[in-house]
């Protein structure tokens, strides 16, 4: 339960090469919801980002005890990404209505 990090890509791949199955939990749930979907799935661990359109971290405590197979808890970075920009990011030029058309050539 993420919004668009570069961290979930790669946790994407990580899971594939560790031959995990990762289930995919909407943020707007509740935590009988959660709770559902985690005991479903038969979780053994979940990767969140604490306050994603939803205080997921507080649900996830109030429906944890019900969980006896959930081992693990992973936050996931909030705010920017932990990733440096890239060294050679140009600024992207302006343009509108009156800016003439740039050559092909």
């Known amino acids: 339960m993420a919004p668009n990090l570069p961290e979930w890509v790669i946790l994407e791949f990580a899971a594939a090469l560790a031959g995990l199955i990762l289930v995919t939990v909407n943020p707007a749930y509740r935590p009988a919801e959660l709770a559902y979907v985690l005991n479903q ?15 997921m971290d507080t649900f996830l ?9 959930l081992r693990e808890v ?3 970075p909030t705010g920017p ?5 890239h060294p050679r990011r140009r600024r992207r030029p302006t343009c509108g209505p009156t800016t003439p058309p740039r ?3």
């Open 41 to 55: 799935s038969d979780a053994s661990g979940i990767f969140l980002v604490p306050e994603f359109r939803s205080p």
């Open 103 to 105: 050559s092909s050539t």
């Open 81 to 85: 990404s932990s990733w440096p920009p």
């Open 61 to 69: 405590d109030e429906v944890r005890p019900g969980l006896p197979g």
């Open 74 to 76: 992973v936050y996931l």
